[in-house]
């Protein structure tokens, strides 16, 4: 049986200095070369950091936040479509964060896109301002204000006490990013018919906040009802 032998490791940083260049050629060290740490006694940070994976549609998931025509836009709804003919591509619903307005958006598969850098902080709505609505970190207890129409639609989902995540981009803030469904209770509807539960009768509400949306017709005023906020459409009576 034949022992293994391990070179022995030897590092020219650890290494004293030589007094000349003959000492240094008497080691088999080219003396025009310099003194390079060796990968095991480098300090941290000396290597070069991997290089970050680049962005494409073949990355798109709901809730991701991408630049698209250059505006920071929130990826709402996605399906990677593969037709028997022709190439693959990626069919989205896109919300722009700064105007607020949602459409449908087409992308090449594999097409490459940049990441929206919005910061997201988690604080309370407080109560309206005239034209503003004013939120509060409750770490810090430093107020944000947004303008009605930079919250778009949001407002109509808004009541004071709600905890939501205010958005900011390129040094300003811009929206809220509301939950995907909100509880509110109806402040205006005709009178419901008990047992009424005919399926697909449908009558006009208005909830506490001003939002009209659809209910069914057994539902009265003061029920409490879940809303997708992503739609505005009623999903169902909250009982408990």
């Known amino acids: 049986t034949f022992a293994t032998q391990r070179t022995p490791h030897v590092c020219r940083l650890r290494a004293p200095p030589p007094a000349d260049e003959t000492a240094r050629r008497a ?12 990968i095991r006694h480098a300090p941290p940070g000396a290597h070069r950091a991997a290089s970050p994976r680049a962005l494409s549609s073949n990355d798109i998931k709901n809730g991701m936040s991408i630049m698209v025509d250059g505006n920071p836009c929130q990826v709402v709804e996605f399906l990677h479509v593969k037709p028997g003919k022709g190439s693959a591509f990626v069919r989205t619903k896109i919300k ?10 087409t992308f090449r598969a594999g097409e490459p ?17 005239g034209d503003t609505y004013v939120f509060m970190n409750m770490e810090t207890f430093e107020e944000t204000r947004l303008e009605t129409k930079a919250l778009g639609a949001g407002a109509d989902y808004l009541v004071e006490g709600m905890d ?36 697909g009768a449908e009558k006009n509400a ?35």
């Open 206 to 240: 208005t909830l506490v906040t001003g939002k009209e949306i659809r209910v069914p017709l057994f539902l009265n005023e003061g029920d409490i009802v879940e809303v997708d906020t992503r739609d505005g459409k009623y999903i169902r009576r909250i009982t408990e």
């Open 113 to 129: 896109l940049q990441a929206a850098d919005v910061e997201r902080s988690d604080q309370q709505y407080s109560y309206p301002e």
């Open 96 to 105: 722009n964060y700064v105007t607020g307005n949602t459409k449908d958006h």
């Open 164 to 199: 939501v995540r205010v958005l900011e981009w390129d040094g300003k803030v811009i929206g809220v990013d509301l939950p995907n469904t909100v509880r509110l209770a109806i402040a205006e509807t005709e009178p419901g018919v008990k047992g009424n539960s005919a399926t």
């Open 27 to 38: 080691r088999g060290v080219n003396p025009s070369l310099p003194r390079v740490p060796c």
